[in-house]
Nanobody
């Protein structure tokens, strides 16, 4: 079983940057696709970004494309989300998840993920 721990969240002004980290303990997740999702109060969890197991393919929600970048260490057990030009609408709890399947169709679908971290709060002030 993989345990994920997110870090790097905090309070930042609009236009600022943060880098989130997701580190695994237990077994390695080097063979799994990894994703970042977020959930704002009163809203459903939404897809932010995903990266294939190899790191060769990345996927982004339209709302963050061009501002956020996902990466992973290879070999290694860390996934990053670099967030630039942050907006108040980016305020949410950010979750890291792992997908053990092989179909990229499911990378943006939270129900397909097999394990999650506890989340880290990101607050962007205007």
């Amino acid at each position: 079983q993989v345990q994920l721990v997110e870090s790097g969240g905090g309070l930042v002004q609009a236009g600022g940057s943060l880098r989130l980290s997701c580190t695994a303990s237990g077994r390695t997740f080097s063979g799994d696709a990894m994703g970042w999702f977020r959930q704002a109060p009163g809203k459903e969890r939404e897809f932010v970004a995903a990266i294939s197991w190899s790191g060769g393919y990345t996927y982004y929600a339209d709302s963050v494309k061009g501002r956020f970048a996902i990466s992973r260490t290879k070999p290694g057990n860390t996934v990053y989300l670099q967030m630039n030009s942050l907006k108040p609408g980016d305020t949410a709890v950010y979750y890291c998840g792992g997908y053990t399947g092989t179909n990229s169709y499911y990378y943006s679908r939270s129900y397909a993920y097999d394990y999650w971290g506890q989340g880290t709060q990101v607050t962007v002030s205007s």
